[in-house]
């Protein structure tokens, strides 16, 4: 059995920095990509980064130049640094990884979700 389990969430005023974690567990062959996903109330989920074992990266333009994705490929982790936090960043944030196990092809997993809150 594959999960992820986000770390990381919490109360931040704006302006202020928070950093998530993420850890894939299991019998894990290979990740394709990794990312982090949001989704404020009422709203859809929406993708905020991805990055891929190579080390390319994607950004959501609302995030471009305050957020940085990482992953350290070797521990099956991945990282997000969220600096100049706005109020409307408050969401809960998934992690989710497009992988494949010893027995199977590439599949999608999600994290349980951690809140990211945004108010002063």
């Known amino acids: 059995q594959v999960q992820l389990v986000e770390s990381g969430g919490g109360l931040v005023q704006p302006g202020g920095s928070l950093r998530l974690f993420c850890a894939a567990s299991?019998?894990?062959?290979?990740?394709?990509?990794m990312g982090w996903y949001r989704q404020a109330p009422g709203e859809q989920r929406e993708l905020v980064a991805r990055i891929t074992s190579g080390g390319n990266t994607y950004y959501a333009d609302s995030v471009k130049g305050r957020f940085t994705i990482s992953r350290v490929n070797a521990e099956n982790t991945v990282y997000v640094q969220m600096n100049s936090l706005k109020p409307e960043d408050t969401a809960v944030y998934y992690c989710?990884?497009?992988?494949?196990?010893?027995?199977?092809?590439?599949?999608?997993?999600w994290g349980q979700g951690t809140l990211v809150t945004v108010s002063s």
């Open positions: 989710n990884a497009y992988l494949r196990t010893p027995l199977s092809g590439y599949f999608e997993v």
């Open positions: 299991g019998r894990i062959f290979s990740i394709n990509t």
